[in-house]
């Protein structure tokens, strides 16, 4: 049996790869790991940290300072 959660091929993507908007607790406030390093990467980055956001949210403001950084690569 394979796990539905690691990815098999490129035909069938995994839940590893769901869109932060579609996360059941996306909508749940950023947890204090995302925090800590959307902190960091803000800093980095010359931006501004906000401490109010989402899962969601944070998952994509990271997504976005990565690229910013460079971090990302």
């Known amino acids: 049996m394979t796990n539905p959660k690691v990815p ?3 035909d069938h993507p995994s839940n ?3 869109a932060p908007e579609d ?4 909508d749940e406030r950023m947890t204090d790991a ?5 902190k960091t990467l803000s ?3 010359g931006e501004e940290f906000r401490p109010d956001l989402t899962k969601a949210q944070a998952s994509k403001r990271i997504d ?3 690229e910013k ?4 690569q």
């Open 8 to 10: 098999h091929d490129g």
């Open 16 to 18: 590893l790869e769901k």
């Open 23 to 26: 996360w059941t607790t996306g």
């Open 34 to 38: 995302q925090a800590s390093y959307l």
């Open 43 to 45: 800093e980095e980055a």
């Open 64 to 66: 976005q300072l990565q």
């Open 69 to 72: 950084t460079g971090r990302g």
